[in-house]
């Protein structure tokens, strides 16, 4: 997860100080979050409806967490005084690339990480700026996600990156049932199993 999602800031072409929201408080979402603060990332908001995973953010670097309903984030562009440059979709849905595109600034991005589950994708663009950028990473970019290797050792040599951020659950391997059914619980991110 890790090396893929550091290759997708290039795919994404998110740079040092740019502002992003991202849509999402798994795994791939809260790395984003993270690897935003690593990076030099300027403001960073995090939505997900899980109030837990919402904490999860903000003790990993997020400025700001939203309820996906919550009247602060539907005025977000107003509130900031300025729209982001960048809207990161770790979710995978049509309705998030839609509920993204009013709060990205001209020639901003929307950043869709993994595959859409339909087919087909249907874009709102009048709600959006006149000029925007879509960015789709359905695959890893197997020589960014390589070079992201050292980066990420790094990181974790420094203290600026820990397993134990993302492992919610841990089990030994003969309870691996009990494992499995606790990864389908709603907070769950990780869970780890021990030989």
């Not at 839609?98 to 600034?105: D, R, S, T, V, Y």
Request: charged letters at 25%; a negative charge; one cysteine or more.
């Amino acid at each position: 997860t890790w090396r893929e999602v550091y290759a997708g800031f290039s795919d994404f072409q998110l740079k040092k100080e740019d502002d992003i929201l991202v849509f999402g408080a798994g795994p791939v979402g809260l790395s984003f979050c993270r690897f935003a603060r690593n990076l030099g990332l300027g403001w960073v908001g995090v939505v997900d409806p899980l109030a837990e995973k919402r904490d999860k953010a903000t003790a990993l670097g997020a400025d700001e967490v939203f309820a996906p309903d919550s009247p602060d984030l539907k005025e977000l562009t107003a509130g900031r005084g300025r729209p982001l440059d960048a809207v990161v979709d770790a979710v995978g849905r049509e309705e998030i690339v839609n509920a993204g595109l009013p709060l990205i600034k001209m020639a901003g991005s929307i950043c869709v990480y993994g595959v859409l589950g339909a087919p087909k994708l249907t874009i709102a663009k009048d709600s959006g700026p006149y000029n925007f950028n879509l960015f789709m990473h359905q695959w890893p970019t197997r020589v960014a996600e390589a070079a992201a290797q050292e980066p990420l050792i790094e990181w974790i040599r420094q203290g600026r990156l820990s397993h134990t951020d993302f492992i919610t659950g841990e089990f030994p391997v003969h309870e691996i049932e009990r494992a499995l059914a606790f990864t389908t619980e709603p907070g769950s991110i990780k869970t780890l199993l021990r030989f």
